[in-house]
């Protein structure tokens, strides 16, 4: 890629500057970016003042937070094809594919972690390698694509499995790792950390991150820059393939198993976190840190209504509403940048 087309790629991108902020336009702009972690920390205080013996707890917290490590690195995968403007649907799918291939192999196999572990992540890739290769060379609407490859990975776990968890032969090695802490805080987050890393590095300080940008932002533009569209949304599919790949393998290190059943319960949850967090941190643009807080703050949220007695219903109602607002803010966030861009 030369300069010239590096210079246009990085224009097509960038958001217009802002110049000559009043004072009320930068407290909109603070309230833009910061707005849900003052949220968040309004949820904390609010809990813990009505919970101070439940919620408010050092085991809550912790569980809270080696609960949903899994659960924020699959939100962070989905964020990489709709970077490039991209839903994928099969995310949940597979997650639970490759739990049970992670788990499969372990049980019935005796494959050892160094084989197991990257056979889930290759698992992972290869789907996404499917997705984007329909997607990108067959030019097949994406919902379309990963809503059936979700629908094809959740039968064939079914007809694996018969329904039933995979519940031996799974290393102590692995589940120490999964439900251990390390200096007080669970190693999921460790590992959580590690990705968040990687992510952010990837879409934020590579090329390949702000091509990304660029194909999501206009893709008949990134095209006539010279940037390889095709291969672009292919390569976002595949690592985020990967990337729940992973999550698949950390999912079975935290329950112990291989759970038929649970790749049904990531979807909502990671789509609303990956939309929410675009109305953070860099407001009306996925992103890493943003996507993080989103995670934490629903399930902070959920754990509070639940300590409160509320049914089990009131689960889905919340991830469900914060899923449409969350996509209502970033569409309109998305529209602000790109009419002062």
């Given at each position: 890629?030369?300069?010239?087309?590096?210079?246009?790629?990085?224009?097509?991108?960038?958001?217009?500057?802002?110049?000559?902020?009043?004072?009320?336009?930068?407290?909109?702009?603070?309230?833009?970016?910061?707005?849900?972690?003052?949220?968040?920390?309004?949820?904390?205080?609010?809990?813990?003042?009505?919970?101070?013996?439940?919620?408010?707890?050092?085991?809550?917290?912790?569980?809270?937070?080696?609960?949903?490590?899994?659960?924020?690195?699959?939100?962070?995968?989905?964020?990489?094809?709709?970077?490039?403007?991209?839903?994928?649907?099969?995310?949940?799918?597979?997650?639970?594919?490759?739990?049970?291939?992670?788990?499969?192999?372990?049980?019935?196999?005796?494959?050892?972690?160094?084989?197991?572990?990257?056979?889930?992540?290759?698992?992972?890739?290869?789907?996404?390698?499917?997705n984007g290769l329909l997607i990108a060379r067959l030019h097949v609407n994406a919902l379309i694509t990963t809503l059936g490859t979700a629908t094809v990975l959740t039968g064939l776990v079914t007809l694996y499995t018969d329904g039933q968890s995979i519940l031996t032969g799974i290393p102590a090695l692995l589940t120490d790792l999964g439900s251990?802490?390390?200096?007080?805080?669970?190693?999921?987050?460790?590992?959580?950390?590690?990705?968040?890393?990687?992510?952010?590095?990837?879409?934020?300080?590579?090329?390949?991150?702000?091509?990304?940008?660029?194909?999501?932002?206009?893709?008949?533009?990134?095209?006539?820059?010279?940037?390889?569209?095709?291969?672009?949304?292919?390569?976002?599919?595949?690592?985020?393939?990967?990337?729940?790949?992973f999550g698949g393998v950390l999912q079975v290190a935290r329950q112990g198993s291989g759970n038929p059943q649970v790749g049904v319960f990531f979807l909502m949850p990671a789509l609303s976190a990956a939309f929410l967090g675009a109305t953070s941190i860099q407001p009306g643009r996925f992103n890493v840190p943003g996507t993080i807080l989103a995670?934490?703050?629903?399930?902070?949220?959920?754990?509070?209504?639940?300590?409160?007695?509320?049914?089990?219903?009131?689960?889905?109602?919340?991830?469900?509403?914060?899923?449409?607002?969350?996509?209502?803010?970033?569409?309109?966030?998305?529209?602000?940048?790109?009419?002062?861009?």
């Amino acid at each position: 890629m030369t300069e010239a087309v590096t210079s246009t790629v990085e224009k097509v991108e960038a958001p217009a500057q802002r110049k000559g902020l009043t004072a009320r336009g930068v407290a909109f702009v603070a309230l833009q970016r910061y707005g849900l972690l003052v949220l968040f920390v309004l949820t904390i205080a609010v809990f813990s003042a009505l919970l101070p013996d439940s919620f408010a707890t050092v085991l809550n917290f912790r569980n809270i937070a080696g609960n949903q490590a899994v659960l924020a690195i699959v939100s962070l995968a989905a964020i990489i094809p709709l970077i490039c403007g991209h839903f994928d649907l099969s995310i949940g799918a597979v997650l639970g594919l490759t739990s049970v291939a992670t788990a499969a192999l372990f049980s019935k196999y005796a494959a050892p972690m160094w084989v197991a572990v990257p056979a889930g992540v290759a698992i992972g890739a290869l789907i996404g390698l499917f997705n984007g290769l329909l997607i990108a060379r067959l030019h097949v609407n994406a919902l379309i694509t990963t809503l059936g490859t979700a629908t094809v990975l959740t039968g064939l776990v079914t007809l694996y499995t018969d329904g039933q968890s995979i519940l031996t032969g799974i290393p102590a090695l692995l589940t120490d790792l999964g439900s251990g802490t390390w200096l007080g805080i669970p190693c999921t987050l460790y590992f959580l950390g590690l990705v968040a890393l990687f992510t952010w590095y990837l879409l934020e300080h590579t090329p390949f991150g702000r091509y990304l940008h660029a194909v999501g932002s206009n893709p008949i533009a990134a095209r006539l820059v010279g940037l390889k569209v095709d291969r672009l949304v292919i390569q976002s599919f595949v690592v985020s393939g990967a990337l729940v790949g992973f999550g698949g393998v950390l999912q079975v290190a935290r329950q112990g198993s291989g759970n038929p059943q649970v790749g049904v319960f990531f979807l909502m949850p990671a789509l609303s976190a990956a939309f929410l967090g675009a109305t953070s941190i860099q407001p009306g643009r996925f992103n890493v840190p943003g996507t993080i807080l989103a995670v934490f703050f629903l399930a902070t949220s959920v754990s509070g209504l639940s300590l409160l007695g509320v049914d089990n219903w009131v689960e889905a109602i919340f991830n469900g509403t914060a899923l449409v607002i969350a996509v209502a803010l970033s569409t309109v966030l998305s529209r602000r940048q790109a009419g002062q861009s």
